[in-house]
């Protein structure tokens, strides 16, 4: 566990992915509660005077027209939490909720939303002592924000409904009142604007993006790895990835995903078996590679830039400015635009890398460029050996391709029209977060049959491979005899998104 203290300025993707692992003890921090202080006594001044300001004291949406009397405002905030929740299908997972709770509680930490400490104080209550409301996935048009998960969480904060709580190391189910009562948390009571605070901005479809930007992060690193695997068990040529090739085309991503196949193949004794080699070069999927790649982890560099901006922003409506004197403007920084346009792309990015590794997974398994026995069978006809792990590839593939279509397109315009314009970001985000763990799975197969192959060739492979090929071994044994391959294949796709990888270059 690591202290956390949160201020609305300094909140990283790490910081997030650690939160819904439980790594984290959440505080808030003095600054944080100063300039909250600061833009909730605006607030109060509002009400006091009778100024009728949008959000503070009228109706939401396409009633914002009507005025809502003083002594109605807690009621007001307190409707709108209820009747906003109304999201349906599976759960969020529980890790996904915390990360959630995490970005919202940062968001009105900046004191540009008027919400009182006591929000955030009771936000970091439900964090640190593990409970999470049970809060359907679909609802949320990534425009007037996550409405509808957000009023889940919000309706969590007051006491209502259902929650989720890891008891004896298990996730158990059990109302949020029982939850306050055993951890000491009092339901919170909504004042004036807090309720709209809480469930307008881009929280949900952020939590997805943390993770999938972290996967993604990992995954970009092992793709590299796994075909440099791949180069050396087909024996494959190492000219492509000279720094001279990239070094005339510098993009960074490129030159990147080069250096890091370069490092894997130092010292290879296999590159010593091209000296009267009469192939002239190998196929795209492995010469391209750091083509291929690279535009990827560019894109994931500034996929991760737009997301670090996107977590340490106010991204509600009207946002309440306390210099000058103080100031309440209406906007729409709710809006997910940036996070959907990065999912669309990730999406597209997952499916790419995940497609080229399947095709080097293929020239494994094929003869003509292996030079080994057909699927690395070891009784090739009476056994199929890894034929069907490329096949598992492909259907994965399948469903990426599905998954890459844009989710930014299915514009559906709501509330009487006021709200016209949607972003679909949650959306996305889910379905890119979903595929960043299918891509693991494409990967982890391809290492699977790049380790099969190097065990069947006599020359050392670079040191990197070899670490590699060592680690795979810790978790999938060499193939003696057909067997089913799933347990193998998921183990090792988990031990990928883990990171665990990354440690073994490390020595």
């Not at 807690?74 to 969020?92: F, K, W």
């Not at 930490?109 to 439900?126: D, F, K, N, P, Y």
């Not at 189910?173 to 009571?189: C, Q, R």
């Not at 078996?273 to 009469?278: K, L, Q, V, W």
């Amino acid at each position: 566990m690591r202290e956390l203290s949160i201020d609305g300025f300094s909140l990283t993707i790490e910081d997030v992915v650690d939160t819904g692992r439980n790594l984290t003890t959440v505080s808030l921090s003095p600054n944080a509660r100063t300039r909250m202080g600061e833009s909730r006594s605006i607030v109060e001044g509002i009400i006091e005077s009778d100024e009728v300001v949008y959000g503070i004291n009228t109706g939401f949406g396409a009633l914002s027209s009507v005025t809502i009397d003083s002594s109605e405002l807690s009621r007001l905030q307190t409707n709108l939490i209820r009747s906003h929740a109304c999201g349906v299908g599976e759960p969020m997972e529980y890790a996904h909720v915390k990360m959630m709770m995490l970005i919202r509680a940062n968001t009105l930490c900046r004191g540009q939303s008027g919400a009182r400490t006591l929000v955030v104080e009771t936000l970091i209550q439900m964090i640190n002592n593990g409970i999470c409301p049970l809060i359907p996935r679909i609802g949320s048009l990534g425009a007037s924000g996550d409405l509808a998960p957000l009023s889940h969480l919000a309706m969590g904060l007051i006491g209502e409904g259902e929650c989720e709580i890891i008891d004896g190391g298990e996730i158990a189910i059990m109302s949020t009142s029982e939850a306050f009562e055993k951890s000491g948390i009092s339901p919170l009571v909504l004042e004036a604007k807090e309720g709209l605070s809480l469930i307008n901005g881009t929280s949900q479809m952020c939590a997805f993006m943390c993770e999938c930007i972290s996967n993604l992060d990992m995954l970009m690193f092992a793709s590299d790895l796994s075909a440099a695997c791949s180069v050396e068990g087909i024996m494959g040529s190492h000219a492509p990835f000279d720094s001279r090739i990239h070094d005339s085309r510098p993009h960074w991503g490129q030159s990147i995903s080069a250096a890091r196949i370069r490092e894997m193949l130092n010292n290879s004794q296999i590159k010593l078996s091209h000296a009267d080699c009469d192939r002239v070069q190998d196929s795209y999927s492995m010469r391209c590679v750091p083509q291929v790649h690279g535009p990827v982890i560019d894109m994931l560099r500034e996929s991760r830039r737009i997301l670090t901006i996107e977590i340490n922003s106010a991204t509600d409506n009207p946002l309440v400015f306390a210099d000058g004197g103080g100031e309440i403007i209406s906007g729409g920084n709710f809006h997910g635009q940036y996070i959907a346009l990065t999912s669309d792309g990730l999406a597209v990015a997952c499916h790419e890398v995940a497609s080229i590794s399947e095709r080097r997974t293929n020239q494994l398994l094929d003869p003509k460029w292996s030079n080994q026995k057909a699927f690395l069978a070891n009784d090739e006809g009476l056994e199929s050996g890894l034929m069907i792990v490329q096949y598992t590839s492909a259907a994965v593939l399948s469903e990426l391709h599905l998954l890459a279509s844009p989710a930014t397109i299915s514009n559906v315009p709501v509330s009487m029209g006021k709200e016209d314009h949607v972003s679909m970001g949650a959306t996305g985000a889910f379905r890119s977060l979903k595929s960043s763990r299918y891509l693991s799975q494409v990967i982890a197969n391809e290492l699977i049959c790049a380790a099969e192959a190097l065990d069947r060739i006599d020359e050392e492979a670079g040191d990197g491979v070899t670490k590699v090929h060592s680690w795979v071994r810790e978790i999938v044994s060499p193939l003696t005899a057909d067997r089913s391959m799933s347990n193998d294949s998921i183990s090792l796709s988990e031990a990928l998104l883990s990171g665990r990888i990354v440690e073994i270059l490390g020595d």
